[in-house]
Nanobody
Framework: QVQLVESGGGLVQPGGSLRLSCAAS????????MAWYRQAPGKQRELVAT???????TYADSVKGRFTISRENVKNTVYLEMNSLKPEDAAVYYC????????WGQGTQVTVSS
């Protein structure tokens, strides 16, 4: 009943930037906390950033100062602006809607390579 679709991933050079989007649709009848996760091959999924319905944010230490999470509630969309990208940022990035057991998108690939 809830669908999340990530977009904006791609190939960037080290030091480059990308802006990811996650659009939520379906049975959404409120403003919920959202999060971005990422998972690199062979590694566990890790939390990157969170944003509450009111706009409060948290970041993993590895991305703080480089990434910015934001949202447009009227569009049910959350964004992740990624700057100064490093090779270790390469992963599939997933958004998560924190309602009930949680809802996940299918991810968008971010590749950082020269």
């Amino acid at each position: 009943q809830v669908q999340l679709v990530e977009s904006g991933g791609g190939l960037v050079q080290p030091g480059g930037s990308l802006r990811l989007s996650c659009a939520a649709s379906g049975s959404i009848f409120g403003i919920y906390d959202m999060a971005w996760y990422r998972q690199a091959p062979g590694k566990q999924r890790e939390l990157v950033a969170t944003i509450t319905g009111g706009g409060r944010t948290t970041y993993a230490d590895s991305v703080k100062g480089r990434f910015t999470i934001s949202r447009e509630n009227v569009k049910n969309t959350v964004y992740l602006e990624m700057n100064s990208l490093k090779p270790e940022d390469a992963a599939v990035y997933y958004c998560n809607l924190r309602r009930g057991v949680g809802y996940w998108g299918q991810g968008t690939q971010v590749t950082v390579s020269s």
